[in-house]
């Protein structure tokens, strides 16, 4: 013990009288992209994670934060295909990123459209755990990385129970129970698949769009992708 005290003292300290600090901020570094999520990662895959960084900035902020976790087991079948027919049909086979839908998006913005977004269910997983909400490339490179780390720690099944239960619903509501119970006065293993289907659709910009007043195309697309889901067996790998 007394050893591997030693060596990490002399590995924060130094030999000289001069502090290492380029040394020093590369360990701090490391230990926030290894060992903390890892760690973080390993307890909560088998707990309920008790919060996001969003949540908590609503908080310190004075805004109005629901969230209350169930289990994926719980909830409306619809609700699974609904989101995966949504915002990530290859869910199941990739490895946390969709690169063909990376490439499609990127050949959209060239072409001056950006509606689609490529972030896959694992990356929003990723982002949702341990990033505050920001649009930057260093927060870009560190998300793919912890996508990286939470595909290798997660089953598929938890990291959609994950997104389930932290995504971002809109006017304060984080998870589907309480997005369920703000919009439909209904807890969400009792949604209906056409209700499912409308939680779905304002995933992309929850804020604005009110699940109760979904437009007709939205409605639409968020039906026919929930069908495709369910023939297609998208869900196979979280049965």
Not at 71 to 88: C, H, R, T, W
Not at 149 to 166: C, S
Request: proline share 5%; net charge positive.
């Amino acid at each position: 013990m007394s050893k591997v005290k030693s060596f990490f003292n002399r590995l924060w300290n130094g030999k000289g009288k001069r502090k290492p600090w380029i040394r020093r901020i590369f360990l701090v570094l490391f230990a926030f992209l290894v060992p903390l999520p890892l760690l973080y990662l390993v307890i909560f895959r088998f707990v309920p994670v008790p919060g996001t960084p969003q949540m908590a900035i609503y908080l310190l902020t004075g805004r109005d934060v629901h969230h209350s976790w169930r289990s994926i087991d719980a909830m409306a079948p619809g609700l699974k295909y609904s989101v995966i027919g949504s915002e990530d049909q290859n869910f199941c086979s990739h490895h946390g990123f969709d690169f063909e839908d990376i490439e499609l998006a990127i050949k959209e913005r060239e072409q001056g459209r950006s509606h689609r977004g490529a972030s896959t269910l694992s990356q929003q997983v990723a982002r949702t755990l341990f990033l505050p909400p920001s649009r930057t490339w260093v927060r870009k490179g560190v998300e793919a990385w912890l996508t990286v780390l939470v595909e290798a720690v997660w089953p598929k099944k938890r990291i959609l129970e994950a997104y389930l239960n932290l995504v971002d619903w809109g006017h304060g509501n984080f998870g589907a129970e309480a997005a369920a119970e703000a919009y439909f006065h209904s807890p969400v293993n009792r949604l209906s698949g056409a209700q499912a289907a409308r939680m779905a659709s304002i995933l992309p910009n929850p804020d604005k769009w009110k699940a109760t007043r979904a437009g007709k195309k939205r409605m639409s697309r968020a039906m026919a992708r929930t069908r495709e889901a369910r023939e297609g067996d998208m869900d196979w790998c979280v049965r």
